[in-house]
């Protein structure tokens, strides 16, 4: 299965959108504002995203449950609101501050100000128009939950069979591993089936794990100072318009090496970097682009799945680094196909990296500047002020995409008689100046993978030709099997030539 989904929806409606910023009005009348029961001060990753929100810019993160039977609306609506009060967590809101405040407050509500379960309105293009409101209709933080599950019913063989789950989250207030928690617990409440999760797999630790030297530690871009690589801009629209499209798609794990004494080289994790490093540098040279330094911001998540998890937004941002060692092999990673051997010295390399992460102690969320910018010393008007403008003055630091592999579902996300999930997908908000996110989930031994871009940087096509890049990169990582036939060759993805639009 592969879409294309473009961010084209109608204007929002009191039912179903509105902004992310607090500061835009929603049409029709305000809800009814549940008593407070408890006020919670921003966390730190809370705030630097409230403080850098736009309203032409996105923040939504997308979950697209598919399960094979029909869903109940109403007894899914129970359920939901049952696991709501399960995770008090997240049944808040925004309390409205002044600028003059020291602090943006979430207020914890007794119970929903708004009924976040909606059920889409059935036809053949539902799904559709649930992904554009997916990205486009933030929930907005100013009525609690900030999140929002439609029931989308699918139409297979001509008999209404299957139905989707799409959660809009507002990632302001919260991550998707948090909502999935949620999610699963509702799952629960609704199919009566024991949706604890799966122990983590017990891995035999590698070698290596002690740090590399500094050319391959695992944050390095390679030289001191290095601007990372920017994705090219291919778009025949208009550049300020940072409304986000997105391609959904499976693709098959790639193969592995064998273990040896219950070891591995290297992780899919290690291959799906290697992957998007591949993406980009092939991708920059058909566009004329700089190709190095790639540096891949990479989300970790330490807390644990059980009932406890806390709710919010919990993950960690680490970077990988591809660096002088890429540079030297450049035309070889680049070439149509990538060259094998060039493939396989990077996918060692990025392996010592991660596992030099994985062996590092947690770090703070966003780093000294993040804990520094949130201090409540400062009015939040001018902290905001003060975070906006290094967020502008280090955007050619930023790293060059972000990576967000969620890995294999740790829920059963058993629905009873609806069954359980045959496809999952995850989206994160592709804001400038990366401009795009990558975003994969291992259901069924398939890699459900979403690549979601700003329109600022990409149009639908240009979109469409980099997930075929991404497909073939990925592949470029698999383990060969001697004793397979070699694969009949394929003509490569047509990319965007150099003069083409606005590609450069």
């Not at 794990?253 to 992957?275: I, M, S």
């Not at 980099?466 to 099997?481: E, I, K």
Request: charged content about 20%; glycine content about 8%; proline content about 14%.
């Amino acid at each position: 299965m592969t879409a294309l989904q473009p961010a084209a929806a109608p204007p929002p409606s009191s039912s179903s959108a509105s902004s992310s910023s607090p500061s835009v009005p929603r049409s029709g009348p305000r809800p009814a504002r549940q008593p407070t029961v408890a006020r919670v001060p921003f966390p730190l990753v809370d705030e630097v995203s409230r403080h850098c929100l736009e309203d032409d810019e996105p923040e939504t993160v997308h979950i697209e449950v598919h399960l094979p039977g029909r869903i109940e609306p109403a007894r899914l609506r129970t359920a939901f609101h049952q696991a709501l009060a399960r995770h008090p967590r997240i049944l808040m809101r925004q309390e409205p501050v002044r600028w003059w405040r020291r602090r943006y407050l979430w207020e914890l509500t007794a119970a929903p100000d708004v009924d976040p379960v909606a059920v889409a309105p059935p036809g053949p293009d539902a799904l559709r128009h649930a992904r554009e409101r997916a990205l486009s209709h933030c929930p907005p933080l100013d009525a609690s939950p900030p999140v929002r599950l439609e029931i989308v019913g699918r139409q297979r063989t001509g008999t209404a069979d299957g139905t989707v789950l799409l959660l809009t989250i507002n990632h302001t207030a919260l991550d998707g591993p948090a909502c999935l928690r949620v999610l699963a617990t509702a799952a629960e409440l609704y199919g009566g089936a024991d949706n604890s999760p799966a122990p983590p797999p017990v891995r035999a630790a590698g070698p290596g794990t002690e740090h590399p030297d500094d050319e391959t530690a695992p944050g390095s871009v390679g030289r001191r100072f290095s601007r990372p690589a920017r994705v090219a801009t291919d778009t025949d629209t208009d550049t300020t318009d940072k409304s986000n499209g997105m391609l959904i798609t499976e693709l098959p794990v790639p193969a592995r090496p064998p273990r040896v004494g219950g070891r591995t080289p290297y992780t899919v994790n290690d291959q799906l970097l290697v992957a998007t490093c591949l993406m980009v540098s092939r991708w920059n040279r058909l566009h004329a682009g700089r190709t190095a330094p790639v540096v891949v911001t990479m989300p970790v998540d330490d807390r644990p799945r059980d009932i406890g998890m806390p709710i919010g937004n919990g993950t960690r941002l680490v970077s990988v680094g591809f660096g002088p060692e890429e540079r030297q092999d450049a035309e070889l990673l680049t070439a149509d196909p990538p060259d094998p051997d060039a493939v396989a010295r990077l996918l060692r390399r990025t392996a010592a990296r991660t596992r030099a992460l994985k062996s590092a102690p947690p770090g703070p969320q966003l780093g000294l500047s993040g804990a520094v910018l949130t201090a409540p010393v400062l009015p939040v008007g001018l902290r905001g002020a003060a975070t906006r403008a290094l967020r502008a003055a280090a955007a050619p630091w930023t790293s060059t995409t972000l990576l967000s592999n969620i890995g294999r579902i740790p829920y059963p996300l058993d629905f009873g008689d609806a069954g359980r999930p045959t496809a999952v997908w995850f989206s994160a908000p592709a804001r400038m100046p990366r401009g795009l996110t990558v975003t994969t989930v291992s259901v069924g031994g398939r890699i459900q993978l979403a690549l979601r871009w700003s329109h600022a940087l990409l149009d639908d096509p240009a979109g469409a030709r980099l997930g075929a890049l991404f497909r073939s990169s990925l592949a470029a990582t698999a383990w060969p099997d001697p004793a397979a036939p070699p694969p009949p060759e394929q003509p490569p993805p047509p990319p965007a030539a150099p003069t083409e639009g606005r590609a450069r």
